[in-house]
Nanobody, 115 residues
Framework: QVRLVESGGGLVQAGGSLRLSCEAS????????MGWYRRPPGKERELVAR???????TYRDSVKGRFTISRDNAKNTVYLEMNSLKPEDTAVYFC?????????WGQGTQVTVSS
């Protein structure tokens, strides 16, 4: 059973920064792709950033240059550094682990950016 626990969400003013963390209880973390998704109020869940097991990274266009995803395989943890936050970044952020076609999700952490 894979368990993902996110932390680091909160309330921040526009222009501020937050760092999200997601720790996985998973023996095979290092061979898994990890991603951060978000669900803005009233909208569908969307991909924010993804890092493959080989370190290949993709970002949603609207966060490029502001957000940075990284992983520490020794700690079974993936991070999302969010800078220059905007009100439109307000959402519940979810951690995702993908391996061999199976997806696992965290419970989500709320990020609210005030204008």
């Amino acid at each position: 059973q894979v368990r993902l626990v996110e932390s680091g969400g909160g309330l921040v003013q526009a222009g501020g920064s937050l760092r999200l963390s997601c720790e996985a209880s998973d023996t095979f973390f290092s061979i898994s792709a990890m991603g951060w998704y978000r669900r803005p109020p009233g909208k569908e869940r969307e991909l924010v950033a993804r890092i493959s097991r080989g370190g290949m990274i993709t970002y949603r266009d609207s966060v490029k240059g502001r957000f940075t995803i990284s992983r520490d395989n020794a700690k079974n943890t993936v991070y999302l550094e969010m800078n220059s936050l905007k009100p439109e970044d307000t959402a519940v952020y979810f951690c995702n682990l993908e391996r061999y076609g199976s997806d696992y999700w965290g419970q989500g952490t709320q990020v609210t950016v005030s204008s």
